[in-house]
């Protein structure tokens, strides 16, 4: 994934915790069949009924920004 890499090596993404759950949830699994092949690009992406998939950078400023601590969780809902 060059954009993970990318976001660390521009200091977007600093947490551990955060950087992990980027490596282990595979975007993949957001999208639709046709657009899998897409999911390791850096842009938002549709995901059908005029909806798009938030660009990693987006939902990695607004994870860091939050500054989550062990047992928090996050919903994202309609951000995208």
């Known amino acids: 994934m060059a ?3 990318s976001l660390i090596k ?3 993404l600093k947490s551990d ?7 282990e949830i595979d975007r993949r699994d ?3 069949e046709g ?3 897409l999911a390791n690009l850096n842009q ?3 995901i059908g009924h005029g909806q798009t998939i938030s660009q990693p950078l987006v939902v990695a400023f607004m994870l860091e ?4 601590e062990q047992g928090d969780k996050v ?3 309609g951000s995208g």
């Open 3 to 5: 954009w993970l890499k």
């Open 75 to 77: 919903l994202d809902i």
């Open 17 to 23: 915790r955060i950087i992990e759950a980027f490596r």
């Open 35 to 37: 657009k899998k092949g």
């Open 44 to 46: 938002a992406l549709p």
């Open 65 to 68: 920004k939050l500054e989550l």
């Open 10 to 12: 521009k200091g977007y």
């Open 30 to 32: 957001f999208l639709p």
